[in-house]
């Protein structure tokens, strides 16, 4: 039986952060991951590079039961505060778009970075430890397949459900119903969603066409790219509003966000009257959704012989085009966890349990989630170091 001021359970994001900064603090750390590496996610991240953070994380950019949650840790660990990590580690990084930070390199730089820290805090990281059995008498005790350990303070790092092929389960939950804490309905987050020929209206395949728009629901709206997949929608767009989106809900494409669509058919009617509306619509959008629509919305032959109103209603379904998808692609293809272990249950400035001295929950199994960009990160880094600084 070894003892330990800490012990924490998962070794991503969340976890490296808040082992580094309570070794860093004098605190015996242990951190223990059933993987046989740390930081798997870190490493897929950003098409490899890691999204690290966002220059714009603020709290409404954040879903959870209680959306003052975040506030607390968001404001006192700061994105600044990790490119400032990130640069004292010379690690070369760039902005991509709306805010997003991506190394230069590899993201396994940041994996390096991390542990790096960890040393400094002689922490102790074991991998491939599968986790046998939780309990707590005077102390927390861990049973586990490399031996037992035993500490005061105990962090739930283990994530939510997504992208269960990499060993996501919903250990997280488990443990915290164990010692009363509510867990609040874990659903798949940042997610493509599906959508018959009969849901979108039309037959032909338009799987790898892209295109800019507005997507749209449950009062929230976000402009980006939107891609067509051979099971229905994704791309940027789609997986930020699939985050507000519940099964039933429509959704809302404006597929001409920057444009005037009703101007610019009264002037291809005047201009070019003999073209069919497949090629006047090609000008605006990718050729094979131009034609799908044309043949789906509108009745053959040229721009002349199109009746205004039908021009109109034309215009009109391009900018507030409605698509009730018929479900999502689920966990094996979710970013991140909507959902999880009830907020109302901690501290926001320690993530500690209110009822339980010494159990603390962070990253993504605590219900807070962030947008597509770099936000979930940033929650992992603050709410990591918040427990990292709390534990005694």
């Known amino acids: 039986m070894e003892a330990f001021d800490v012990i924490i359970l998962g070794a991503g994001a969340a976890g490296l952060m808040c082992a580094l900064t309570a070794g860093q603090r004098g605190r015996k750390v242990l951190l223990l991951d059933h993987a046989d590496r740390v930081g798997a996610k870190i490493l897929i991240s950003g098409g490899g590079r890691c999204n690290f953070?966002?220059?714009?994380?603020?709290?409404?950019?954040?879903?959870?039961?209680?959306?003052?949650?975040c506030r607390s840790a968001l404001g006192r660990y700061t994105q600044a505060d990790f490119i400032a990590l990130v640069e004292r580690h010379s690690i070369p990084y760039h902005e991509k778009t709306l805010g997003q930070l991506f190394c230069d390199g590899s993201a396994r730089e940041i994996v390096a970075m991390l542990l790096a820290e960890c040393r400094e805090g002689s922490v102790d990281v074991r991998v491939g430890h599968a986790i046998t059995d939780i309990s707590r008498g005077e102390y927390f005790r861990v049973e586990t397949s490399g031996g037992s350990f035993t500490a005061p303070a105990l962090v739930?790092?283990?994530?939510?459900?997504s992208i269960p092929k990499m060993g996501a389960t919903g250990f997280a939950y488990d443990v915290a119903r164990r010692f009363g804490l509510g867990v609040?309905?874990?659903?798949?987050?940042?997610?493509?969603?599906?959508?018959?020929?009969?849901?979108?209206g039309f037959e032909p395949l338009l799987a790898g066409v892209s295109l800019e728009a507005v997507v749209s629901?449950?009062?929230?709206?976000?402009?980006?790219n939107i891609l067509f997949t051979h099971r229905g929608l994704s791309g940027p767009a789609i997986l930020q509003i699939s985050s507000y989106w519940r099964q039933g809900d429509k959704i809302a494409l404006d597929l001409q966000p920057a444009q005037d669509v009703m101007a610019f058919l009264r002037d291809r009617k005047n201009s070019r009257p003999k073209a069919e509306a497949k090629t006047v619509l090609a000008e605006i959008l990718p050729g094979r959704l131009a034609h799908a629509l044309a043949e789906a919305w509108l009745p053959a032959g040229?721009?002349?012989?199109?009746?205004?109103?039908?021009?109109?209603?034309?215009?009109?379904?391009?900018?507030?085009?409605?698509?009730?998808?018929?479900?999502?692609?689920?966990?094996?293809?979710a970013e991140v966890t909507l959902g999880g272990i009830d907020?109302?249950?901690?501290?926001?400035?320690?993530?500690?349990?209110?009822?339980?001295?010494?159990?603390?929950?962070?990253?993504?199994?605590?219900?807070?989630?962030?947008?597509?960009?770099?936000?979930?990160?940033?929650?992992?880094?603050?709410?990591?170091?918040?427990?990292?600084q709390a534990v005694p």
């Open 343 to 388: 907020t109302r249950g901690l501290s926001s400035k320690t993530m500690e349990a209110r009822d339980v001295s010494g159990l603390y929950a962070i990253g993504e199994a605590v219900d807070v989630t962030g947008w597509l960009g770099g936000y979930n990160f940033q929650w992992a880094w603050s709410s990591g170091w918040c427990a990292g």
């Open 53 to 69: 953070t966002n220059l714009d994380s603020a709290p409404d950019r954040f879903l959870s039961g209680n959306p003052d949650f």
């Open 184 to 200: 609040t309905e874990p659903l798949p987050g940042l997610v493509p969603l599906q959508a018959t020929p009969e849901a979108l």
């Open 302 to 333: 040229s721009m002349a012989n199109i009746a205004d109103r039908l021009l109109a209603a034309f215009g009109a379904r391009l900018k507030c085009w409605e698509v009730k998808p018929t479900g999502s692609e689920g966990w094996p293809k």
């Open 156 to 161: 739930l790092a283990t994530g939510g459900m």
């Open 217 to 224: 629901c449950a009062g929230r709206s976000f402009r980006e």
